[in-house]
């Protein structure tokens, strides 16, 4: 009785390889539908912004700051 190790190991190897591989599908498939699902049944809404008077007057003094030190940047090269 003649046991072929390497031939053995290959054909291990390439079933082992075959059943990870569909096993990844499988799993890719899965998430794929499960994102679907949690899509349609769990919709994301977007969320309302209103711009406040201090949010707006807090971005304009942020300008002016970076505009003063621009321009004090450029005066002094």
């Known amino acids: 009785m003649e046991i072929d190790l390497v031939g053995e190991g290959l054909k291990f190897m390439v079933l082992g390889m075959a059943i990870?591989?569909?096993?990844?599908?499988?799993l890719v498939q899965v998430v794929k539908l499960q994102a679907f699902?949690?899509?349609?049944f769990?919709?994301?809404k977007?969320?309302?912004?209103?711009?406040?008077?201090?949010n707006?007057?807090?971005e304009a003094h942020h300008v002016a700051a970076i505009v003063a030190?621009?321009?004090?940047f450029r005066k002094n090269q």
Do not use: C, D, G, R
Request: glycine share 0%.
């Open 56 to 58: 707006t007057t807090q």
């Open 69 to 72: 030190a621009v321009s004090e």
């Open 37 to 40: 699902l949690i899509n349609k």
């Open 46 to 54: 977007a969320p309302e912004v209103t711009p406040t008077a201090s």
């Open 20 to 26: 990870v591989f569909i096993f990844l599908m499988v």
């Open 42 to 44: 769990f919709p994301e």
